[in-house]
């Protein structure tokens, strides 16, 4: 499965934003969905989760002002930024795999990468 990113930009602290990760060649729907970022001198993290069943998973960082959501009939899976801080600035990538609902926070889950977004807040 092919994965597209796209979405980010520049937006002041507490602005919001809405990603897209679009993907080609495959089926969105029986694969579990992720959302890494990676801030420049950082290692990419995980930010938030949707497996194929629906049920939902993200970093204590951004709980409760981030929300993933998917569109089977799009083929696209969204992630909602609220309440952005200057630490949500990074390149943000949607990745999607197959892994055991314990393994959804780690990188070596998911097989398939999109390009990556760039996300800048700005105070």
């Known amino acids: 499965v092919q994965l597209q990113a796209s979405g980010g930009g520049l937006v002041q602290v507490g602005g919001s934003l809405r990603l897209s990760c679009a993907a080609s060649?495959?089926?969105?729907?029986?694969?579990?969905v992720a959302w890494f970022r990676q801030a420049p001198g950082k290692e990419r993290e995980f930010v938030a989760a949707?497996?194929?069943?629906?049920?939902?998973s993200y970093a204590d960082s951004v709980k409760g002002r981030f929300a993933i959501s998917r569109d089977n009939a799009e083929n696209t899976v969204y992630l909602r930024l609220n309440s952005l801080k200057s630490e949500d600035t990074a390149v943000y990538y949607c990745?999607?795999?197959?892994?055991?609902?314990?393994?959804?926070?780690?990188?070596?889950?998911?097989?398939?990468w999109g390009q990556g977004t760039q996300v800048t807040v700005s105070s």
């Open positions: 990745a999607a795999g197959q892994p055991i609902a314990s393994s959804l926070g780690r990188l070596g889950s998911y097989p398939n």
């Open positions: 060649g495959r089926t969105l729907s029986r694969y579990s």
């Open positions: 949707i497996r194929w069943t629906g049920t939902t």
